[in-house]
């Protein structure tokens, strides 16, 4: 019976360790796909990458779902750079994060594996669960959408981190 608590407290740990902060998937919009060959092409380069766990493309609305492996580390950039190695561009990359609890508002930041990601367009937020983030950048969204959040992306948080800039 004393040894009921602790392993209580060791299963109850061990689950909420499954629901850390950390990525869930990505839905990226592909500008330039017009036949299941450009899609099957975008779809084969996001598969190469070793943290993704499935790929779903849509051709009719041209966009994908990207889905990752457990435990595995993001790397977003890849991502855009993986549609672009195929030959298309990204119109939007969207990411969905899963928050234990974070304060937000514009300029804050909050570091993950190594990155830091850096909030811009937020008015004071609080944010719990899972919630979608917007990449904003020239690799992540058109030049010209890119042109009005240009000003936004001059200061990061660090010097010494990667920094991506977010709105949600």
């Known amino acids: 019976m004393k040894f009921l608590k602790p392993l209580i407290f060791f299963i109850i740990l061990a689950h909420s360790a499954g629901f850390s902060q950390q990525f ?5 919009g592909v500008d330039g796909l017009t036949c299941s060959m450009c899609t099957r092409s975008v779809e084969m380069n996001i598969r190469k990458l070793d943290f993704v766990d499935s790929v779903k493309m849509d051709l009719t609305n041209t966009n994908g779902v990207v ?10 950039e890849k991502i855009a750079k993986a549609v672009r190695d195929a ?8 990411a969905v994060f899963s928050f234990t ?3 937000l508002n514009n300029g804050s930041c909050f570091q993950y594996n190594g990155n830091q990601y850096k909030f811009i ?8 669960g899972e919630t979608t983030l917007t ?3 020239k ?3 058109p030049s010209k959408q890119f042109k009005k959040w240009s000003e936004s992306v001059k200061e990061s948080c660090s010097s010494d981190k990667r920094t991506y ?4």
Do not use: H
Request: aromatic share 14%.
């Open 101 to 103: 609890s974070q304060e």
């Open 139 to 141: 690799d992540f969204m």
């Open 121 to 128: 367009g937020v008015d004071n937020k609080k944010v719990s």
């Open 165 to 168: 800039y977010v709105k949600i």
């Open 67 to 76: 889905l990752f492996k457990k435990g595995a580390t993001i790397e977003i």
């Open 24 to 28: 869930k998937k990505v839905e990226i």
């Open 87 to 94: 030959g298309f561009s990204t119109r939007y990359l969207n």
């Open 135 to 137: 990449f904003v950048g």
